[in-house]
């Protein structure tokens, strides 16, 4: 038996003792492989498969429960080649996880890094790992010489994060600058702080970094840079579309971490809007992995983040739940374990902001939380309802579902508006409820239609309900600069 099917027997050792009181061990175990068409498509997630053991060894009625479609075959064929000791405890019920990641290269310049690592996650969950090269670019990558860290960190030295329309940098004096469009603040941060930061980028994973990362073909996604001068040597990397190594990424946030960045972008948490929600992907006081893992609706990290002694009650800054991020995400896999779990659908963020709320951001009025008792005309400190922030994206099926769970559409905020109110604003291009990166944009500028053919199908459901129009919204126009003032 070869050491990588060694290490998996282990593994499943384990996984499976997580399920029955004694250890269940394939005998022997067939090569697992990536499925070469998934990482082609860049396809990842979770599979679950089910199967009987037989009183010869092996298994039988193997089947996956969920999964994607390129991943199950592989995860089932696997099962299916088992075998096991012969033994008398045969015939139960028994269910594998199988993880199938894709992780950038560690940066090794080996575009040939093609094969499969399997190891034990902390829930037991088998772990597939490919490095993916599949289209990665990377271009001016470091001599060896360059790969080399600095000796020491020294006055002068900095680092600098870019994102989009946003700069945060760091000095080794402690001195931060935020910058945003045409918005530019500078704080402090103690010396020693700002060095430990720094100190952090002294390391071999960063100097090996080449100077940029981009996935071929890629037509939209994220970008970030980073520059940075240690020991009076100036580095620079930009990655597009997540390319680049997993370290990039860590050290990024680590700079975020530090300064808060979280607060110069959202301002003090416990004021922040519950519609900031879908945008927080930045470390924050009090948000923990489980929160993050809800966020993103990673599964395995969400059930790491529990072993690890997570809490499903923690709150964040700005009060937020592990539930409210979960909500937000629009997975609901991971908001129907914390539901069945017995938290609280009704707790409160600083704001009064509930789970429904952060549910109805994103557009959707989510039945989980409605069937789990959720308080459908829950109000926050300014008297905004779930259905208020739902109407905003204008879908009228989702509205059709807040409305059968009892939203009340007569209902006015503490400045007199109702949901056809906010309805009106969000199809004239200014939504009552500003975020700061939108995602409802506008459609033309001289007429109401932002939200197309379904403003008139809210529209009448609103009306059918009692909603009033209680003011006037103009269509929005953009300020013209004349260029010859």
């Known amino acids: 038996m070869s050491a990588q099917l060694r290490v998996l027997a282990a593994l499943l050792t384990l996984a499976f003792s997580a399920c029955h009181a004694q250890t269940v061990v394939p005998a022997s175990i067939p090569e697992l492989r990536y499925p070469p068409l998934a990482r082609a498509a860049r396809v990842q997630g979770d599979v679950v498969v089910s199967f009987r053991r037989t009183p010869d060894g092996g298994t039988a009625e193997v089947a996956p429960i969920s999964g994607h479609p390129l991943l199950e075959a592989t995860a089932v064929e696997n099962v299916k080649s088992w075998r096991f000791q012969q033994t008398t405890d045969f015939g139960l019920s028994n269910k594998v996880i199988f993880r199938f990641r894709l992780n950038p290269p560690d940066d090794g310049y080996d575009d040939g890094q093609v094969g499969t690592k399997v190891e034990l996650d902390r829930t037991n969950g088998v772990q597939v790992i490919s490095i993916l090269t599949t289209g990665l670019e990377r271009s001016h990558c470091p001599t060896a010489a360059g790969r080399v860290p600095p000796a020491a960190v020294i006055a002068g030295d900095f680092v600098e994060v870019g994102r989009w329309n946003e700069i945060v940098s760091v000095g080794a004096d402690g001195w931060v600058v935020w910058k945003q469009g045409d918005i530019s603040q500078g704080g402090q941060i103690l010396p020693t702080e700002a060095k430990s930061l720094l100190e952090r980028f002294r390391v071999p994973g960063v100097w090996a970094l080449c100077g940029r990362y981009d996935q071929a073909g890629l037509l939209d996604g994220g970008s970030s840079s980073l520059k940075l001068r240690i020991g009076g040597i100036e580095k620079s990397v930009v990655e597009y579309g997540d390319a680049a190594p997993a370290i990039f990424g860590e050290i990024e946030l680590a700079v975020d971490a530090s300064i808060d960045t979280h607060q110069w972008r959202h301002g003090e948490p416990k004021t922040e809007s519950i519609a900031e929600i879908t945008f927080e992907d930045l470390p924050k006081p009090g948000k923990t992995k489980l929160m993050d893992a809800a966020h993103s609706g990673d599964q395995a990290a969400f059930h790491a983040a529990l072993a690890a002694g997570d809490k499903l009650t923690a709150v964040d800054a700005s009060g937020w739940t592990p539930l409210m991020y979960a909500a937000s995400s629009r997975r609901d896999s991971i908001l129907r374990e914390i539901v069945k779990a017995g938290v609280d659908v009704n707790a409160r963020s600083k704001r009064g902001e509930t789970a429904l709320m952060a549910s109805a951001v994103t557009g959707m009025a989510d039945e989980n939380l409605l069937n789990a008792g959720a308080d459908v005309n829950a109000v926050n400190d300014v008297g905004m309802t779930a259905l208020m922030l739902l109407v905003q994206r204008g879908d009228p099926e989702e509205i059709k579902t807040l409305l059968r769970g009892g939203a009340d559409a007569r209902k006015k905020d503490s400045a007199g508006r109702t949901a056809l109110d906010y309805l009106h604003a969000a199809n004239c291009g200014s939504p009552l409820v ?44 953009p300020k013209l600069i004349d260029p010859n003032p």
Do not use: V, W
């Open 434 to 477: 500003q975020e700061k990166d939108p995602q409802l944009m506008t459609h033309g500028y001289m007429t109401c239609n932002a939200l197309g053919d379904d403003y008139q199908k809210s529209k009448r459901l609103l009306i059918n309900a009692g909603a009033k129009q209680t003011r006037s919204f103009a269509p929005y126009a």
